[in-house]
């Protein structure tokens, strides 16, 4: 088996890095894009060429490691004390894997109640100091603002401009993987770092030769957090999708711009939509991912009845997101019954009917 290159390693040429930049890895990127067999049936367009990014199979379960790899690499070799985030969840995990990998203190700041609990748990045993604040995200990321600007201490949210610059090499890879860039990329949106990102690795594998074309990015917000698509900050952003539970995105311009230039579009999905979409990918494809990555298929469908979508165009739905991160939600939406059956083989023929 080859050995891992670190993705700093393998899109170096694309990185502010220079010989003095310590790599912190963890095996980050290098995900699948594996093409859907069954949902284009399911959804009445056989030719549509689906394929998903498995962004959940990084190594602490999310697409923030690929980020995390770089922010934490030139934290370390600015030779910060500690580093700092406010999370929904996933960004906690990862810096907190990333910051115990670099040998620095980790401090999270995340909003009670409303992170999944493998996201949590994650964090807490990584060795972060875990501090649940008593209001939503974007009030915990005023907050670790305000902290930095106090004491020696680097934010490690999208804000830190490494962490875009690493999550670029995603959409890298997927040229790479398709040889050649999608018609499409479907996309959640939260604080809207990612789309940005995709952006920038998309028009890099074109400038660079990598691609002849450009995707059409389509980014998707919660109906209850959608900022971008209502133009105005929401005060009290709801959805159970938790990860993008953000009512005021910090990178809003960015990807705003990236969906003009492409000619995509930010447009938002319904909590139902969010589900139906959660639990179509697991029973038609098999995958597991958490109900935020769901957005970006939610919005794939939406806008096949729209006809935004061409019938056999070629599209990636990017699953940011590791499904086990959030036990709770299967077992909400399927209601499955499981009372025990008797040990033996009549009561098991009869429970499965067989
Ligand atoms: C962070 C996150 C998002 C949102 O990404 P942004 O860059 O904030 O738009 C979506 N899904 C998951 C699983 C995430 O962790």
Redesign the pocket.
Known sequence: MAKPIPLIERYREFLPITDATPIISLGEGGTPLVKASNLPRVLGVPELQIHFKLEGLNPTG???DRGMTLAMSKALEAKASAVICAS????SASAAAFATKAGLPCYVLLPAGHVALGKLAQAILYGAKVVPIDGNFDQALDLVRELAEHCQITIVN?INPFRLEG?KTAALEVIEQLEKAPDFLFI????????S?YWRGFKLGKSSGRSDSLPRMCGFEASGSAAIVRGKVIEKPETIAT??R?GN?A?WQE?ERAASESNGLIDEVTDEEILAAYQLIARTEGIFC?P??A?GVAGLIKHLKKGTVSSDATVVCVL??NGLKDPDTPLKVSKPDLTPVAANLKSLREAIGL
Do not use: C, M
Not at 88 to 91: A, I, K, L, P, R
């Open positions: 999310s697409f923030k929904t969840g996933n960004t999208s999550q959640p949106v939260g604080n809207a770092g990612n789309i990102a990860a993008i953000i995105p990178s990807a958490e935020s990555s957005a940011t997101g």
